[in-house]
């Protein structure tokens, strides 16, 4: 009698950890593009939402420049997240709670 096959593993290749050597077991592919899409579902209503907040409250001959600041606010956030803020959601850590600042590309040391 043939030995029976092994169970398939339940558990999908994405969430196995050290299923490759280039791919930490930390790194969830599943976890960040999650991530990635809520924060682009964030960024696309906020634009708008504080573009109408701030212009409802100004004086009307204020409300295009209002928007302009939200959208230039928003501009900024995104900025800092893509130089240092990424890094110190997933990069080296500095304090338990706290990563090291710097650009996503750059090797750690």
Same mark, same amino acid.
């Given at each position: /009698? #043939?030995?029976?096959?092994?169970?398939?593993?339940?558990?999908?290749?994405?969430?196995?950890?050290?299923?490759? %050597?280039?791919?930490?077991?930390?790194?969830? =592919? &599943?976890?960040?593009?999650?991530? /990635?899409?809520?924060?682009?579902?964030? !960024?696309?209503?906020?634009?708008? &939402?504080?573009?109408?907040?701030? &212009?409802?409250?100004?004086?009307?001959?204020? %409300?295009?420049?209002?928007?302009? /600041?939200?959208?230039? #606010?928003?501009?900024?956030?995104?900025?800092?997240?893509?130089?240092? %803020?990424? =890094? /110190?959601?997933? !990069?080296?850590?500095?304090?338990?709670?706290? !990563?090291? #600042? &710097?650009?996503?590309?750059?090797? %750690?040391?």
């Amino acid at each position: /009698m #043939a030995p029976a096959a092994p169970l398939p593993n339940p558990v999908p290749v994405a969430y196995q950890a050290f299923t490759s %050597a280039a791919v930490p077991g930390w790194l969830n =592919k &599943g976890d960040n593009a999650w991530q /990635m899409v809520a924060a682009t579902l964030v !960024g696309l209503q906020s634009v708008p &939402g504080l573009v109408i907040l701030y &212009g409802s409250i100004v004086k009307k001959k204020w %409300a295009v420049n209002s928007a302009f /600041m939200a959208l230039y #606010a928003f501009a900024a956030v995104v900025l800092c997240w893509v130089i240092w %803020a990424y =890094k /110190m959601s997933f !990069g080296d850590k500095l304090l338990p709670f706290w !990563g090291k #600042a &710097g650009p996503p590309s750059a090797r %750690a040391s």
